[in-house]
Every structure is written in C-alpha cells, then in structure tokens.
C-alpha cells in the first residue's frame, strides 16, 4: 500500500470516528435536556393521564413523574411543601385552598373535566337505588374519606340530601380514596359504595345501582394549575394546554370523562 493511499485511508477513518464520537455528544445531549415534570394527580384519573403522557412524550422531550391519590391529601403535601410542578385535583376546593395562599402559578388554572357520582355494588346484588341503602342487608357502605377525597365530599353531601346520612353512618366505611372504595366493593368487602362514573366503567366485578340525582351534591369538577416554585412552569402550562387539545379529549371521553 503506497503512503497516500495509507494516508488517504487513516484519514477517512479519523473522520469516521468523529462522526460516531459526535453523534454520541449530541444523542447524549439531547437525552441530557430531557424535563422531568413532577404531577400531583387525583386517583380516579390515573389510566386517563398516563395514556396522555405516553402520547405527548412522542413529540415532546419530557418524562413525568406523576403521585396519585386523593385530592385533599395531594394539596396538604403540596402545601408543606412536596417538589410539585403541577396538580390535577378532582374537586375544586383542595385546588381553591392552594390558590387562596398564593401557591398556584398565576394564570395557569383551568377547568379540565367534570364527571358524576354513581352509587354501586357487586355484580351479583339485586340492591335497587339509594333507598335500598336502609336495608339490613346492606351492612357496610364504603365512601372515600370526606376529610381528603372530593368522591366523599360528593357522596356525604348526596346521602344528605337524601336524608340519609344519619341513619347509614354506623354502616360506612371510609377509604383513603375513590379506587380503594372500588375496590372494596369489587371484593365483597362493603355491600355498597359511592364511586364516579369513569370509575365504575372500568369494572366488570360492580355494576352501577344509581346515579346521584342533580343538584344533591356540588358540580364535579376537575381544575388544573401549576404549583408556583416549579421549576419548569413552561413545561406544565404546555401540558395543561396539551389536557385540553382535541387529541387529550378523545382519550379523556373514552375512559367516561367529560370535558368541562
């Protein structure tokens, strides 16, 4: 081999190297400006929102790191002071608590979804509707803690209504949130439970007895916002934006939501 061809080939070779060497710097670059959003987020929209993450990771370079769980509870950690950049609450008041001590990114809140509150109870019962709730065979009645779960607030404010409250309250059960009461009815553990919608479709172990009647309980709404302190408040309100964007509705509608 002549000394030019040499030269020639070792050059080539160098310039191979720089192109791989390259191309690792920038795929490690890339992988290195990746946001990591941290989300609050209420129990009941857990399937809904991580099929959305998947879907918007595709042309966004954001991971989420998402805690879910009963509303009021998520806006107490928030509150003493979780590393949140946004929450997702499914009742208003634990977001309005936030917002009236200042901890929401100004101008972030929206009205995201609504949903409605149905009264359930294992497949195989024959209970019939909410009046049945006063039978002797309905020994246990499982309701999401009204002190931190919206579902329980919703579901207290329903057997109040129907003057019901009082005389069931030896027979409830609470549960830290509204796929736990699910899940006690699901099992046989309570003979009834007070659970949304969006949460009964997705079980075939229940059947929905009834539906609240209108105006017994507050609207059901989901409010979304960034936390102030974020970090990546770009991010969020990009996402939030994302939540309300025809795609989003199309995957929110099919697990039972509707948008607000």
């Known amino acids: 081999m002549s000394l030019e061809v040499r030269d020639r080939s070792l050059s080539q070779y160098r310039l191979w190297i720089a192109v791989l060497c390259f191309a690792w710097l920038v795929g490690g670059c890339?992988?290195?400006y990746r946001t990591t959003v941290t989300l609050s987020v209420a129990a009941s929209l857990q399937d809904s929102i991580e099929e959305i993450e998947e879907l918007y990771k595709r042309d966004h370079p954001v991971e989420f790191r998402n805690n879910f769980g009963a509303s009021g509870t998520l806006s107490r950690e928030i509150e003493q002071g979780a590393p949140v950049d946004g929450f997702i609450s499914a009742g208003v008041k634990p977001m309005e608590q936030?917002?009236?001590k200042g901890m929401l990114v100004q101008g972030s809140r929206v009205d995201l979804l609504s949903n409605s509150l149905v009264l359930i109870a294992p497949s195989n019962s024959d209970l019939k509707g909410f009046s049945g709730?006063?039978?002797k065979r309905v020994r246990t009645i499982a309701l999401g803690d009204p002190a931190?779960?919206?579902a329980g607030q919703y579901g207290r404010?329903?057997?109040d209504a129907l003057r019901l409250y009082e005389k069931l309250q030896t027979r409830i059960v609470f549960a830290k949130d509204v796929r736990q009461v699910l899940t006690y009815v699901e099992s046989g553990n309570a003979d009834a439970?007070?659970?949304?919608?969006?949460?009964?479709?997705?079980?075939?172990r229940v059947r929905v007895v009834a539906e609240a009647p209108a105006g017994t309980h507050?609207?059901?709404?989901y409010p979304a916002a960034g936390v102030r302190g974020s970090q990546n408040v770009s991010a969020v309100r990009d996402f939030i934006s994302f939540l309300r964007s025809p795609a989003?509705?199309?995957i929110f509608e099919r697990h039972g939501f509707r948008m607000a």
């Open 30 to 32: 890339r992988s290195g």
């Open 148 to 150: 931190s779960v919206p």
């Open 157 to 159: 404010q329903a057997l």
């Open 133 to 135: 709730l006063v039978e």
């Open 218 to 221: 507050d609207p059901i709404i």
């Open 193 to 204: 439970g007070l659970v949304y919608a969006t949460d009964a479709e997705k079980s075939h």
């Open 98 to 100: 936030l917002q009236a």
């Open 248 to 250: 989003a509705r199309v």
